[in-house]
């Protein structure tokens, strides 16, 4: 294998469907419900929140595709990247809280 | 697969259902040159309608009552030398006149004569012409990087002088609507989300109102579609329309209704067909001069790849996407 992620693969995505159908239709369903309507957010708002986890889950096909989600919902390049910066910092932030966890061990072990 | 071949799997026909609109090129010529440019259109181009074909389409408009709007596009279609009298003319006819106005042409003058365009947006006033302007994003970084460099200062300029004579104000009834197209190899947003977006941006950036915001799909024709070629998008981009038919837009395609005719007097199904050298198929000649309602609407739509341009989606047309969601 030349690689694990090819592009043209994400279009492969459906082929999951050849076994096991009723989950894939469950999973599309919600996924859909979930992700591409108009609700409380504003579908650029998910089509946001989407890019930003698939830069957390670091998964090429979603950022693929929630990158051009978030142009074919309205989104701009200054909001994009408001969003990634938005993740980056969360992430940050998740290892730097767990500096209370590395102070209360010290604490505990030096005089 | 074929458009054609989409069209018989979804057992749509698509025939002519009427000619409301009399769609007319009145050259090539423009002050600007956009990177997704169709037309091909900028200001080296030199093909203009002619007094004689302008004459022509007025007759045809004063004897078919049943074409009630005239949509003038281009190129600029403002600087055609007889523009101004083909309004005023057809006003009188009682036809509503649609201007594809790319703003920028008020504030440049004319790339030729070096005549002052400055006096546009009173001449739309005074008859009332509906104006339909092109704005692809409401900041300038997207606009400029589509349009050229400086059109979004000059939009927002052109635009507000179009707001000060009434242009936009719900009531004063001069209609000033603004068209979003990608820039880029994507397809267009849901028409409402986005027309919200661009009102509250408008607004508070410029306090700049309008009324409708039409989304329109690029069309994979001239420079557009050499930028896929380039980018090596085309058959990336094809697959998304296609991907994206939808049997209700493909219902409400424009050139059910509508004519277009080419600078030189040649009649086409659409804008687009024009661009690609396929005039209409009735069997007659396609020339504003042999122009027979009743054949035209016995015709059989000319369609091909581009098509799916139209039908992706919420649909686009040359007034916006043509059902309520995609």
């Given at each position: 294998m030349a690689s694990y992620y090819e592009s043209k693969d994400l279009a492969k995505f459906s082929d999951i469907s050849k076994n096991q159908k009723h989950l894939w239709d469950k999973f599309l369903a919600w996924y859909n419900a979930a992700t591409a309507t108009e609700g409380a957010l504003t579908k650029r708002e998910k089509s946001l929140i989407g890019l930003a986890v698939a830069h957390t889950v670091q998964c090429p096909y979603c950022i693929d595709a929630y990158t051009n989600q978030c142009l074919e919902s309205g989104a701009n390049l200054d909001q994009m990247t408001e969003a990634l910066h938005v993740t980056a910092a969360v992430r940050g932030g998740a290892s730097l809280v767990h500096g209370v966890q590395c102070r209360n061990i010290v604490e505990k072990l030096t005089m | 697969m074929t458009f054609t071949t989409t069209l018989s799997e979804h057992r749509l026909m698509l025939t002519p259902l009427s000619v409301e609109t009399l769609q007319v090129n009145l050259g090539k010529l423009c002050n600007q040159a956009c990177k997704h440019c169709h037309v091909d259109a900028g200001p080296k181009r030199t093909e203009m309608m002619t007094r004689e074909?302008?004459?022509?389409?007025?007759?045809?408009?004063?004897?078919?009552?049943?074409?009630?709007?005239?949509?003038?596009?281009?190129?600029?279609?403002?600087?055609?030398?007889?523009?101004?009298?083909?309004?005023?003319?057809?006003?009188?006819?009682?036809?509503?006149?649609?201007?594809?106005?790319?703003?920028?042409?008020?504030?440049?003058?004319?790339?030729?004569?070096?005549?002052?365009?400055?006096?546009?947006?009173?001449?739309?006033?005074?008859?009332?012409?509906?104006?339909?302007?092109?704005?692809?994003?409401?900041?300038?970084?997207?606009?400029?990087?589509?349009?050229?460099?400086?059109?979004?200062?000059?939009?927002?300029?052109?635009?507000?002088?179009?707001?000060?004579?009434?242009?936009?104000?719900e009531a004063s009834g001069l209609i000033l609507n603004l068209v979003y197209n990608p820039v880029g190899a994507y397809l267009p947003p849901e028409q409402a989300a986005i027309e919200r977006q661009f009102k509250d941006e408008l607004w508070k950036r410029h306090r700049i109102v309008f009324n409708n915001l039409y989304v329109i799909t690029n069309m994979p024709i001239n420079r557009f579609r050499h930028f896929l070629e380039r980018a090596e998008l085309y058959d990336t981009y094809m697959t998304k329309l296609m991907n994206a038919f939808n049997p209700a837009a493909a219902e409400g395609v424009m050139c059910r209704?509508?004519?277009?005719?080419?600078?030189?007097?040649?009649?086409?199904?659409c804008d687009f067909n024009q661009m690609l050298h396929l005039p209409v198929n009735h069997g007659a000649p396609a020339t504003i001069w042999d122009f027979d309602l009743d054949m035209l609407l016995q015709r059989s739509i000319v369609f091909g790849e581009h098509c799916y341009g139209c039908t992706a989606g919420a649909g686009s047309s040359c007034g916006g996407a043509t059902v309520a969601k995609g």
């Open positions: - | 074909a302008i004459e022509r389409c007025l007759e045809i408009l004063a004897r078919s009552p049943t074409i009630t709007k005239l949509d003038l596009t281009g190129g600029a279609p403002e600087l055609n030398d007889h523009f101004d009298f083909f309004v005023a003319e057809a006003t009188k006819l009682g036809k509503h006149v649609i201007v594809r106005h790319n703003l920028t042409v008020t504030l440049d003058a004319h790339p030729i004569s070096g005549k002052s365009m400055e006096y546009l947006p009173e001449l739309f006033r005074t008859h009332r012409v509906e104006v339909i302007s092109s704005l692809p994003y409401f900041q300038e970084r997207e606009t400029d990087s589509q349009r050229g460099a400086g059109v979004y200062a000059k939009s927002i300029a052109s635009l507000r002088l179009l707001n000060a004579v009434g242009y936009g104000d209704s509508l004519i277009s005719v080419g600078y030189d007097g040649t009649l086409y199904d």
